[in-house]
């Protein structure tokens, strides 16, 4: 079976419809509708100086870490809305412990992603043990674990936040893991050959990469990779888009969602830790609506709602253009009250432009 | 006279007081299709079941290559070279060709230490298979959905022979067809059947299976009728056999009466 085979047999599809039939082209469509917008109405407000564009990335990073694991699961025809939640839950979990008990911060990081792994197995054991819909099951999760960090965290420390962990965490070795800086140097000298701008005090406007943006991109590359390399990741788009069908043909169709369960929780924690060792501190109100923010990336990401189509780059660019558009408000200088109205209106004219694309795609070819 | 592939032996099957099979014997060759006909609630789903290993028979035998067997499950039927192809044909629409080709047993290439789905291997391979059997691809990688349904059932054969079906158990695959896509099934069954391939192809359509059918066993209530080659037995007689020819007149005569009651 020799290549040209290939050439002579498979007819060349035209590069456009090729495009047509990708998820992610109208997230990427997007992703340059918004930055031309923004070029135009806030281009001199600093949005894309680089402190800005950190700003925005950082924004975008925290919410593409949970839109990628939330991608997968939605490819594989779940939903979870309990991992709002569970950043509220991971996030006391990591906290209290080394502020009340003393406990090194490395040990109560790796308490919450266990906690949340376990909550995830049970998400997933529950969805697909009864056959409820994951809408309800996780939506009981989402009241339960947020009525149980609030109980606990008042019960321990008589307030619902938990404050002052960088005393705690700033030498623990697990922190720049989570929330240091990388290509200091690089951009050192980007800055001294005068391509990034530099502080009135002579220091570049940003000292390096926040690690969250590489965790973001090394997590959406290791999803892709899943979903199109990998006998798992076959997995994944069968059990959401014909589970029957995957099932008859021998793919273990529940212990793939209960790993995706699982996969999201995890990230969930990973957002959490994230969130909690920049800030140094804890709240049980944390992660609030962020269950319908990764959703609303994931679908202008051209996934399906129903499952079993999408991809891990659409929710990148997903969460690319909610990070954009959030921090693009705030810099023209727009009421950001604004923001919640743009992002809802985004989420539905994605979903027609992709349910358009979709059947152009499925016709065309 | 040569070994049938597989061959039930006076089959019963009870669902409680039900009597879904009695006494029915049938078999397969390597290069034959045996076509199986009948009604609704002839039997014919029991019957398929049973040669699938979904059912385990109340009474008789089944044996492979002249052995007695029992079937432990879909799987093991399926190990042992006898594959099902459902109506529901195990296709997911959104996903490609390819990927519904290898669905649950995807090639594997070595990446470092990890194991990868081999994309490349699953495109070229279905490709050629499909292209063997006489369906042209645009490209491996379009979705099922995009096929025809026609292709479809193709697919799902092609699959089944891919994985070493040496027994293809086809459940009605021409009876949501029109013409001309059921003519691209049927022209799959007999290349299939030239590749030494023993095909049990269920219908309750005599056009579509005289045409292919080597011989034709008919099933009415439960019961055997009868297996008769094609060259005993015309597609006429055959359609008198499985409508029930006086049950047809019954039915003309009735509607006969309740034209005139309503001319009156």
Known sequence: MSLELKDERVRKVPLLSKLLSRPELGAIAGTILVFVFFAITAGSSGLFSAKGVINFLEVSAQLGILATAVSLLMIAGEFDLSVGSMIGFAGVIIAIPPIMWGWPVWASVLLAFAACAAVGYFNGVMVVRTGLPSFIVTLGSLFMLRGLTLGVTRGITGRTQASGLHEFSDKDWITPLFAGQLFRAPIQWLSDIGLIEKRADGMPA????????????????????????????????????EPNAARNMGVPVARTKIYLFVFTALAAALFATIQVLVTGSADTLRGNQKEFEAIIAVVIGGNLLTGGYGSAIGAMFGALIFGVVQMGIFYTGIDTDWFKLFMGATMVIAVLFNSYVRMRAMRSR | MEQPLVELKSVSKYFGSVIALKDVSFDVRAGEVHCLLGDNGAGKSTLIKTLA?????????????????????????????????????????????ARNFFLGREPLKKFGLINQFDVEFANQTAFQQLSDMGIQLRDPEQPVGTLSGGERQCLAIARAIYFGAKVLILDEPTSALGVHQASIVLKLIVQSKARGIGVIFISHNVHHAYVVGDRFTLLKRGKSVGTYAKDDITRDQLLNLMAGGKELIDLEQEVAKLKNRKLQ
Not at chain 2, 61 to 78: C, E, H, M
């Open chain 1, 206 to 241: 940003i000292s390096g990469i926040p690690v969250s943006i590489i965790w973001w991109i090394g997590l959406t590359l290791f999803c892709t990779w899943l979903l199109t390399r990998t006998r798992f990741g076959n997995w994944i788009f069968a059990a959401g888009g």
């Open chain 2, 53 to 97: 290993g979904a059912h385990v028979p109340d009474e008789g035998q089944i044996l492979v290559g002249g052995q007695a067997t029992r079937f432990a499950s879909p799987k093991d039927t399926l190990d042992k070279g006898i594959a099902t192809v459902y109506q529901d044909l195990a296709l997911v629409p959104l996903m490609s060709v």
